[in-house]
Nanobody
Framework: QVQLVESGGGLVQPGGSLRLSCAAS????????MEWYRQTPGKQREWVAT???????NYGESVKGRFTISRDNAKNTMYLQMNSLKPEDTAVYYC?????????????WGQGTQVTVSS
């Protein structure tokens, strides 16, 4: 079974940095496309970043140049390094594993970790 657990969230001042972690079961991180999303109350989920099996990366325009997605296959963990944080980055951050089976993609989600950027 696919299991994802986010951690590393907290309160940080504007301009500060934070690193989020997503611990996964088995070899999920190394064997699948991994993503980070975020969501605030009353708003739709926003895509943040994608990390492919081949290590290609893509970022949302609002975080490009400030956030970095990466993985550690030995630890079966994905990370999101967040720098130059802004108040608008405040949200619950979720990791996602996109598992392909017989040509069909299945998305698995963690429970999320809260990030609050405030003075």
């Amino acid at each position: 079974q696919v299991q994802l657990v986010e951690s590393g969230g907290g309160l940080v001042q504007p301009g500060g940095s934070l690193r989020l972690s997503c611990a996964a079961s088995g070899t999920i991180v190394s064997s699948n496309v991994m993503e980070w999303y975020r969501q605030t109350p009353g708003k739709q989920r926003e895509w943040v970043a994608t990390l492919t099996i081949g290590s290609s990366t893509n970022y949302g325009e609002s975080v490009k140049g400030r956030f970095t997605i990466s993985r550690d296959n030995a630890k079966n963990t994905m990370y999101l390094q967040m720098n130059s944080l802004k108040p608008e980055d405040t949200a619950v951050y979720y990791c996602n594993a996109r598992v392909w089976r017989n040509g069909v993609a299945y998305d698995y989600w963690g429970q999320g970790t809260q990030v609050t950027v405030s003075s």
